[in-house]
């Protein structure tokens, strides 16, 4: 389940997947899963979807680092195809237009 699904003009839609830690926490182990089940979104619904981000947001992470400079990649094959990215990226990203 995602948090929102975005639509550009063009009718082009993104999955966004939304990630809060406040405090050190379980939010941090759950990423690789929440990557893999969007993962299965976009490769069950091949074309629907132009891709797909995980957004890190708070001050409580301490794998934040690890996971938006792609750390997953080296132990989850299709990992890539999920952007993990943290919440100030996020919004100037979206602010741009460039999602």
């Given at each position: 389940?995602?948090?929102?699904?975005?639509?550009s003009e063009?009718?082009?839609?993104?999955?966004?997947?939304?990630?809060?830690?406040?405090?050190?926490?379980?939010?941090?182990?759950?990423?690789?899963?929440?990557?893999?089940?969007?993962?299965?979104?976009?490769?069950?619904?091949?074309?629907?979807?132009?891709?797909?981000?995980?957004?890190?947001?708070?001050?409580?992470?301490?794998?934040?680092?690890?996971?938006?400079?792609?750390?997953?990649?080296?132990?989850?094959?299709?990992?890539?195809?999920?952007?993990?990215?943290?919440?100030?990226?996020?919004?100037a990203l979206?602010?741009?237009?460039?999602?």
């Amino acid at each position: 389940m995602v948090d929102v699904v975005a639509s550009s003009e063009r009718g082009q839609s993104i999955l966004i997947s939304l990630k809060w830690q406040q405090v050190s926490g379980t939010a941090e182990q759950k990423v690789p899963y929440e990557v893999i089940c969007l993962m299965k979104a976009l490769k069950n619904n091949r074309g629907r979807y132009g891709g797909a981000y995980l957004v890190l947001g708070g001050g409580g992470w301490t794998l934040r680092d690890f996971y938006v400079a792609g750390g997953l990649t080296n132990y989850m094959k299709d990992a890539s195809l999920v952007k993990i990215i943290s919440l100030e990226s996020f919004i100037a990203l979206a602010n741009q237009g460039k999602l």
